[in-house]
């Protein structure tokens, strides 16, 4: 099994996957390259057996870190870095190079709302589909049955 953490919400093993969710994915799946979740990436202490590449060439260890050592700080205000700043920090935090710096953003925020889920500007997920939440009360479509005595039908 592989350690991964969730880039964006997906679905996977019959369960819908949150932003920054952490589970477990098939050895098998994660080895074939078309079926592996491409919305996924894998615990920084997972890649590689924990030992890490450090040059890129994908091996373990190398001549040369290029991921600064112990965990990276996210720093206050990261969203008015530069683009190329943020696609460094992402890097940085996941190991992994990203494309642009809308995955960038992806990448910093799944690790922010891991490290500090209090933080986290998602709302609490309501039990259900939320409709009774939302208004205090069943549907008002809906009549609880027993509420009304049955009428007789007159032709």
Do not use: C
Not at 139 to 152: F, L
């Amino acid at each position: 099994m592989v350690k991964v953490i969730a880039n964006t919400k997906g679905y996977i093993g019959g369960v819908v996957r949150e932003l920054g969710e952490e589970f477990n994915v098939d050895d098998e799946l994660w080895a074939d390259e078309k079926k592996r979740p491409k919305w996924v990436r894998p615990v920084r202490a997972e890649l590689f057996g924990g030992k890490g590449d450090h040059d890129g060439d994908g091996k373990a260890g190398g001549s040369k870190p290029s991921l600064p050592a112990g965990p990276v700080d996210i720093p206050e205000g990261w969203q008015e870095l530069s683009a190329a700043d943020r696609k460094a920090l992402a890097r940085a935090l996941s190991g992994q190079a990203v494309a642009n710096a809308k995955d960038a953003d992806a990448v910093i925020e799944a690790e922010a709302a891991r490290r500090n889920p209090a933080a986290s500007s998602e709302a609490p997920k309501p039990e259900g589909n939320g409709v009774h939440e939302a208004l205090g009360g069943p549907a008002p479509d809906w009549v609880m049955p027993g509420a009304q005595a049955p009428q007789p039908v007159t032709d």
